[in-house]
């Protein structure tokens, strides 16, 4: 069962990234086309199965942030993406901010799959 779930969380980490590429491709290039539903729909679906798998292996393995610093610290980081998401889709002003956030977000993803692979955040915990 913990082999499943974790695989639903990987296959989700993935799929999330990806539709997050898209959707910042598209900002940059032709900005109407966000406004498709499906393009607003699946990412909160994708993102909750996310962070549902996630809890749950949390739970299973008794990775508790507070005993965890880099659980802590990769949550933390989970935030700070979700942030940075939304002002690159949704606040950001012009080209320069969007492509700025974009590229922050997509450093902040990737720090987050090195702390999952890792099970440390170095420099940090
Ligand atoms: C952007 C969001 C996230 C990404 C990209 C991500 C990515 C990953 C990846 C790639 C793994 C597999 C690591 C490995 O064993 O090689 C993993 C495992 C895990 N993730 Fe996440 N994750 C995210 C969010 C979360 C959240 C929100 C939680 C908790 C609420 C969480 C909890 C866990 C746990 C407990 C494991 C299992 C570690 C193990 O097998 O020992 N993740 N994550």
Not at 22 to 28: A, D, I, N, T, V
């Amino acid at each position: 069962m913990f082999t499943i779930i974790k695989t639903v969380h990987v296959l989700c980490a993935i799929i999330s990234i990806s539709g997050f590429l898209y959707r910042g491709y598209l900002k940059l290039t032709q900005p109407a086309a966000l406004s498709k539903k499906w393009l607003k729909i699946s990412p909160h679906i994708i993102d909750t199965i996310l962070l549902a798998s996630g809890l749950v292996m949390l739970f299973q393995l008794q990775y508790y942030p507070n005993q965890y610093n880099w659980m802590a610290i990769k949550l933390i980081m989970v935030v700070v993406y979700i942030l940075l998401g939304i002002v690159t889709l949704r606040f950001a002003r012009n080209k320069t901010q969007t492509f700025a956030a974009f590229i922050a977000a997509l450093l902040c993803y990737t720090y987050i799959i090195l702390i999952a692979t890792n099970k440390s955040a170095w420099p940090f915990a």
